[in-house]
């Protein structure tokens, strides 16, 4: 289970300047829509950020080492929603590719923790069933809650910088007239 306790969090701009300076500057709705999604964006990415930064100090028990690894970064996420306004950061789900090429499922583990895990007595190849000796202690994972406590850390960042963001994505849109 995660330790966020809730999946979404409102956020409150000044409705009435934004639409002011729409009126102002003469921008379409698609350029009004790209300056709110690009506003959207830059303030999610401060959460995204933090989380990768929090993802460089989790350790790996096994060798000691940090998870500073690119391949486990780039799972870390943000989606801005096109006909809703609104943004979400989140560890992207592996999607039926090898392990190898998305390993996404592990942040979930380093995230939330695991229980003690064992090897079972009966191991499946591909061609034909090897028996174990017994039962093996193959570890645990301690929950690090790295994405969690970023998401705490930046969102009160990310919500006193969002007004400030949309107003200069409509200041540049309208620059480049």
Known sequence: MSSIEKDYIEVKIDVARVNRMFKELNLSTDESRKALRRG????????????????????????GTTLASTNLKKWVRYVVYKRTLGFRVHIQESRGSSKKENPSFLLKFFEEGTDDRFNKKVKKERMFTRRLRKERYTGKITASHFFSTASREKIGEAQSTLQKNIEKHIQKIASKR
């Open 40 to 63: 959207l964006a830059q303030s999610a990415r401060v959460i995204q950020r933090q989380a990768k930064a929090n993802l460089n100090t989790v350790q790996n028990r096994a060798s």
